[in-house]
């Protein structure tokens, strides 16, 4: 039984389809090349304007939607139609130091935000954020052009905090000297992450020095760099690596500088431990889920120890049942690799391919032939930790850092975890020693014999 409900959606007119689940049902509304799926509202839905109609009923032809052709015949459809309009549009706020741009669920847009470094999903507002810095606000106004519905300058109500970029302007030869390192991490093929990382921490070091040229660039820059804007804005270990290692392979490898680029002292090397959860915490995640494709993306994370972009990059193929093993193709440092797969996990994903039949990728998103996104992912393992309970702040990297634990503790020897895991070094892996509890439980406290 398929009911049809006209409501407000995100400011929306639109029309919500309800229906008890049934896969072929939904392949036929996927058909509709505007329809959604809401969340909130458990329920597909389509606009409520008049194209969307027609091809609803040439999808559904024996479902009578004629009262609602009704509305367009009638003058008030223009104030619903500009307000379709309006929310097909895009909204930018911006200050000294951030951007923040609105617009409506579109993959091509979504895509385009990600290029830019440093730009991020903010959850609570509902917005792309990303540094005001470079040339961004202007990529930013051709992109989007006659889709921009407001610009607007907001206040930057914490000046305290400042911004990655906020006492950094790039001065034109820099993007010059940094389009020369990405020219020749291309060239190598390096990944288009670390391109893009190593050639904006490169901007910033460079437009600190300015205008001394790079060829003037001595050892002691980088210390002056690091004291007087690294550690006074209290940027991170991690950023801070990331920019000598940028210099080092810009003044080593690109331009063949006489710098001993070695004087680029990297900082001390921080030892965090994994974060882990035990078996019955993994077990009350995974139970709480009842969408099968939830389960299966997050059982085969912890099953196998996948990296969230190798489940996200994962398609039918890769999967041999015959051989009971995954394929892991072009990984993190461009590695293939094989990890097995019980009968159990093979099961649940036959389950699965039989309810949603998908076609490019092995887990699509709200289209067929769309990857699955990752901050839908993310979300997921949100909502399920929410519903079991567990109140730790988990992340889909917690699943495969508990599968390494979880097989250590079971005895598995540690050059096989480093294989299964893809990892380069052995030092790598030799983390998780630290955090297994196996070996430290048969350990007595002497306040035990007190």
Request: aromatic letters at 12%; a positive charge; one cysteine or more.
């Amino acid at each position: 039984m398929i009911t049809i409900e006209r409501k407000e959606h995100r400011d929306l007119e639109v029309l919500f389809i309800k229906f008890p689940f049934d896969q072929e049902i939904i392949s036929m509304v996927k058909q509709h090349s505007e329809s959604k799926w809401s969340n909130s509202n458990k329920a597909w839905y389509i606009p409520y304007t008049k194209k969307s109609l027609e091809d609803f009923s040439k999808i559904f032809p024996d479902i009578n939607i004629s009262d609602y052709y009704k509305d367009f015949e009638s003058p008030n459809k223009k104030l619903v139609i500009t307000k379709i309009l309006d929310n097909s549009r895009v909204r930018i706020e911006f200050n000294y130091n951030i951007i923040r741009i609105y617009f409506p669920y579109n993959q091509d847009d979504i895509s385009f935000m990600k290029e830019f470094y440093n730009c991020h999903w903010d959850d609570k507002l509902r917005c792309w954020v990303l540094p005001n810095y470079d040339d961004n606000l202007t990529m930013l106004k051709l992109r989007f052009g006659k889709r921009l519905l407001s610009i607007k300058q907001i206040e930057d109500k914490n000046n305290s905090i400042r911004n990655l970029y906020a006492t950094i302007t790039i001065p034109p030869e820099v993007k010059i000297e940094a389009d020369k390192l990405r020219l020749w991490m291309e060239h190598k093929r390096y990944s288009k992450s670390s391109i893009k990382t190593y050639t904006e921490s490169l901007k910033i070091f460079l437009s600190y020095c300015s205008p001394k040229k790079s060829e003037d660039i001595i050892a002691q820059d980088m210390v002056d760099f690091v004291n007087n804007y690294i550690i006074k804005n209290n940027f991170s270990y991690t950023y801070q690596n990331q920019i000598v290692n940028a210099a080092k392979l810009y003044f080593r490898e690109v331009i063949k500088s006489k710098l001993d680029v070695e004087k680029f002292e990297r900082p001390r090397r921080e030892h965090k431990l994994p974060n882990v959860l035990s078996k019955e915490e993994i077990k009350t995640i995974l139970e709480s889920l009842k969408n099968i494709k939830h389960r299966a993306m997050l059982s085969l994370i912890y099953a196998c120890g996948l990296r969230r972009s190798e489940l996200l990059n994962l398609r039918p193929k890769d999967i041999d049942s015959k051989r009971s093993i995954i394929k892991i193709i072009n990984s993190k440092g461009k590695k293939d690799r094989i990890v097995p797969i019980s009968d159990k996990v093979i099961n649940m994903l036959r389950e699965y391919y039989m309810a949603y039949k998908p076609k490019e990728w092995l887990f699509e998103g709200q289209y067929s032939g769309d990857r699955y996104s990752e901050e839908s992912l993310a979300k997921v393992l949100k909502n399920a930790c929410i519903e079991a309970g567990i109140k730790k702040p988990v992340t889909l990297h917690w699943l495969r850092h508990s599968y390494a634990t979880h097989l250590l503790e079971s005895g598995t020897d540690l050059r096989f975890i480093q294989e299964l895991l893809g990892h380069k070094s052995s030092k790598t892996t030799e983390i998780y020693t630290h955090v297994s509890t196996k070996s430290l439980q048969k350990i007595k406290s002497p306040f035990d014999d007190l």
